[in-house]
């Protein structure tokens, strides 16, 4: 992140290739490949079914694959020992749809729990590293006292997002942010997704069904159906294509008013 | 394969450099300034907090890197550094240098003040768990109340009686614990059994161990240990369900759908409960009487015909009703008490591993206070 690349020559930092992932008989993802650019904000969508969260989960190796290679960062996952893969789950941040904080310990505890795990820092460093990043997502700094379950739903989506910063990762997944968020509080959030990214030199990896989202902070959409990709490009190209879901999704009344407001 | 991999850490650590000329003090940083050296950055800042001066200048030329652990270190080093009163300016940052700088913003650094414990504060802890115990009977009161209304509600209109819930309820509380409600009184029934012999035997009164287990297993043994096999697997099955739903919100849906979750979901628990209790309360005691004569043949040489005769002869029709009686007792003081704890888990985890200990120690230790006080009932009307 402390070297930007020129956007012709981008690297790639994560490789999947002819995957197929699948639940007993039937192939949620079969045949598909897709690269994410070091420094982009890649909005995947597709029709609920679409295996879109099968395929965030499967890269992050939380679901076995049935064929196919991930690689991250240029390392085939397959092939990695438990250190290396540890090195690597460093790397990255996960936000879960409902954020998964840990309903037994306090937003800051959340934060420092990764922290306690992975680095040498005293009380009061830790205290002051989760606090920052408490206010950087835009939370108050007493926050970070408060459990979980009374947080309302967008600080606890801005608590997640905290927590899957908490190691400075280089890719963070976004599983559905704006889901359940007012459109106000989903357009901060993605202003926020944004700035992040800006600042820390962030590589977003989001799946979203958020039309607004998709056309004021992705760089590069990716649309999934029928187990593969189906279309990549940007806004404009999503409304040129063929494909009957994409042209309902991208060309409906909701997605001329997301573009009408954004542009 | 290789291994050695060259460690990447000796020539990136962070540093900062200083000299002073002129009263201006340059600060060279260098290195990686980031989590991973987390104590060097703790201890250059330590040490950095001296710097005094007119000027203060950081040279950014050399750094390697930096993230959000270096980025506050810098920020809090400029903090402490500008409240003596010093000029600091940054020097020869790149963009995304400055961008991150930017963006961290500075809260007071809490101060944590250290708890001491005092007489005061156990005392304060005393008087704090005196008073939860008398909320505590004070909720079981207005719940069982709560509980009654209910039961009379369903009385006066049968049709809204959850039959089918009630009977799952009543297999899984009553048909699944039948095995191993039989044979831990077997068991119990056999070592009493064993215990009696073995001590009647100098008296050259073996014979007399069916008086002994008949009583013991049907007046007490055989409604205790059910009782409290109960509270250990239905009680906390209830709390842990109910809490669950309280968690999930879907206690606050039936109340919403206009259903009271008082009919829906713990009259047919605690009926279920009524039912199967003495239901097994008698397996129990067979499975007790059983194990127990099994040994005294064995072990004590008291044959099965002497073993019966004997049994009949000291066991009368209240000695069984007295175990019968109390245990739709028992079943009710379960009940109540898995569905208190149950309702009372808050949003987290941790809240509801709470209720469901607390639901099982407290139905346990009511079951022994609510047997003594049968106990000393019986006595007194001398039944």
Same mark, same amino acid.
């Given at each position: ?235 404009? *190209? ?16 909701? *997605? ?8 | ?32 300034? %980031? ?16 710097? %005094? ?27 402490? !550094? ?28 809490? !101060? ?14 005393? &008087? ?5 115990? &008398? ?9 069982? &109340? ?8 369903? /009385?006066?209109?049968?049709r809204m009686f959850r039959g ?39 008296? &050259? ?23 409290? /096999? ?31 979750? /008082?009919e829906v979901l713990i009259v ?74 149950? /309702?009372? !888990? ?13 639901s099982v120690v407290k139905a ?5 206070? !609510? ?13």
């Open positions: 992140m402390q070297h930007p690349v020129p956007k012709a020559e981008r690297e790639t930092v994560i490789e999947v290739r002819d995957l197929a992932v699948g639940f007993g008989d039937r192939l949620v993802n079969d045949g598909l490949s897709l690269d994410v650019y070091r420094g982009e904000i890649l909005g995947v969508v597709g029709a609920s079914g679409t295996g879109k969260s099968v395929l965030m989960r499967t890269i992050v190796g939380l679901l076995p694959k049935k064929r196919g290679t991930i690689h991250v960062f240029g390392q085939d996952m397959e092939h990695l020992n438990e250190r290396e893969r540890q090195a690597i789950e460093r790397r990255w941040g996960i936000l879960f749809q409902q954020g998964a904080l840990f309903s037994s310990l306090t937003v800051k505890q959340n934060l420092q729990m990764p922290m306690r795990e992975y680095l040498d820092l005293s009380e009061s460093m830790l205290d002051d590293l989760a606090t920052m990043k408490i206010e950087m997502v835009g939370l108050k700094a007493d926050a970070g006292d408060k459990y979980p379950s009374e947080l309302s739903g967008g600080m606890i989506k801005r608590a997640a997002l905290a927590r899957a910063l908490a190691l400075d990762p280089e890719i963070v997944f976004l599983d559905e942010p704006t889901s359940g968020l007012d459109p106000i509080g989903a357009g901060d959030f993605d202003e926020l997704t944004a700035t992040l990214q800006k600042t820390l030199g962030l590589t977003v990896f989001m799946v979203t069904h958020d039309l607004d989202s998709l056309n004021t902070i992705c760089d590069r959409i990716v649309a999934l159906g029928e187990g593969k990709v189906l279309a990549s490009g940007d806004m404009q *190209a999503m409304q040129n294509t063929t494909h009957p879901w994409l042209k309902s999704y991208f060309s409906g009344p909701r *997605a001329h008013l997301a573009v009408g407001k954004g542009r | 394969m290789s291994g050695a991999v060259p460690d990447p850490d000796v020539d990136k650590r962070p540093n900062a450099h200083i000299t002073t000329a002129s009263g201006q003090t340059l600060m060279t940083v260098s290195g990686d300034w %980031t989590m991973h050296h987390g104590r060097m950055l703790e201890a250059i800042l330590a040490s950095g907090k001296s710097v %005094t001066g007119v000027n203060l200048s950081i040279d950014f030329v050399g750094i390697t890197g930096l993230d959000t652990l270096g980025a506050l270190v810098l920020a809090r080093l400029r903090e402490a !550094v500008q409240k003596t009163g010093t000029t600091v300016t940054f020097t020869g940052m790149s963009q995304e240098q400055e961008l991150l700088l930017s963006e961290i913003s500075l809260s007071p650094q809490a !101060v944590k003040s250290h708890k001491t414990i005092n007489l005061i504060d156990i005392l304060e802890d005393v &008087g704090r768990a005196m008073a939860g115990f &008398g909320r505590d009977l004070i909720n079981g009161v207005s719940f069982l &109340g709560g509980v009654m209304a209910a039961f009379g509600r369903v /009385m006066l209109r049968p089918a819930a009630f009977v799952q309820q009543l297999e899984a509380f009553g048909f699944r614990s039948v095995p191993i409600i039989a044979l831990i009184s077997f068991l119990v029934g056999g070592i009493i059994a064993q215990q009696s012999v073995f001590q009647l035997r100098t008296f &050259g009164t073996a014979a007399f161990v069916a008086d002994l287990l008949g009583i013991l297993v049907l007046r007490e043994l055989a409604v205790l240990l059910t009782a409290i /096999m109960i509270a250990g697997r239905s009680g906390s099955a209830i709390t842990a369900e109910l809490g669950s739903m309280k968690m999930r919100e879907e206690i606050d849906a039936l109340r919403t759908m206009g259903l009271d979750p /008082m047919p628990r605690i009926l279920a409960l009524i039912v199967a209790m003495p239901i097994l309360t008698f397996i129990a005691s067979l499975a007790g009487i059983f194990g127990g004569g099994l040994v005294a043949w064995f072990y004590g040489d008291v044959s099965p015909d002497v073993f019966l005769t004997r049994l009949q002869g000291a066991i009368k029709f209240n000695t069984f009703m007295v175990g019968m009686i109390k245990a739709p007792v028992m079943a009710l003081v379960i009940g109540l008490i898995a569905s208190i704890e149950g /309702m009372a !888990v808050k949003g987290s985890a941790e809240s509801l591993g709470r209720q469901t200990t607390a346990i230790f009511m079951v022994i206070v !609510v047997d003594g006080l049968f106990a000393m009932f019986f006595a007194a009307i001398n039944y």
